[in-house]
T-cell receptor, first 117, second 112 residues
């Protein structure tokens, strides 16, 4: 149980285009979802926290207009990288939590590798 | 703001050695602490989760300990194998703000 999926697993896009990454909780309802970014050979950096039905809370230094997060349902959150540039190339990982499942546990997705040419 | 430090940053050992990976964190107000494994270009694999009320957790050849008051956790790997080669990440889940903050990781290479 407690499976989180991400789609796509890999995406390559041209500079200037927008890319949407989906994060789904497959067998539970996720009241909160988190988005992380990982630069090559670096650790994961928390980008934002999103609660279902409300605006995401972004970490300091993360551009809200650049990284649009939508958490429209209890099983789906999306991250849209707008007007992508090569420096946005990174590994993006989401996680989800649910008080009904385990109040203090986050379940992580497999990640999406974005390459911007 | 929680800061997580992992030592060593990299480690190369011969097969069969027992080894210890260290993690320290600055804010002891945590719900739990997880140890993850990450293979190159891959996502995270959760290895062990220790609740704040626990002192240690064991899974096979892995043992993780937690000393919340001093802000430290260790991951002990017994009888290391080449398949253990990966990056190991320490991640406490903060009680304030409910955020998981990751350390930079320890890159382990086990030589056959």
């Amino acid at each position: 149980g407690a499976v989180v999926s991400q789609h796509p697993s890999r995406v390559i896009c041209k500079s200037g285009t927008s890319v949407k990454i989906e994060c789904r909780s497959l067998d539970f309802q996720a009241t909160t979802m988190f988005w992380y970014r990982q630069f090559p050979k670096k650790s994961l950096m928390l980008m934002a926290t999103s609660n279902e039905g409300s605006k995401a809370t972004y970490e300091q230094g993360v551009e809200k207009d650049k990284f649009l997060i939508n958490h429209a349902s209890l099983t789906l959150s999306t991250l849209t990288v707008t007007s992508a540039h090569p420096e946005d190339s990174s590994f993006y990982i989401c996680s989800a939590s649910s008080p009904g499942l385990a109040v203090d546990t986050q379940y992580f997705g497999p990640g999406t590798r974005l390459t911007v040419l | 703001k929680q800061e997580v430090t992992q030592i060593p940053a990299a480690l190369s050992v011969p097969e069969g050695e027992n080894l210890v990976l260290n993690c320290s964190f600055t804010d002891s107000a945590i719900y739990n602490l997880q140890w993850f494994r990450q293979d190159p270009g891959k996502g995270l694999t959760s290895l062990l989760l220790i609740q704040s009320s626990q002192r240690e957790q064991t899974s096979g050849r892995l043992n993780a300990s937690l000393d919340k008051s001093s802000g430290r956790s260790t991951l002990y790997i017994a009888a290391s194998q080449p398949g253990d080669s990966a990056t190991y990440l320490c991640a406490p889940l903060g009680a304030g703000g409910f955020k998981t903050i990751f350390g930079a990781g320890t890159r382990l290479f086990v030589k056959a």
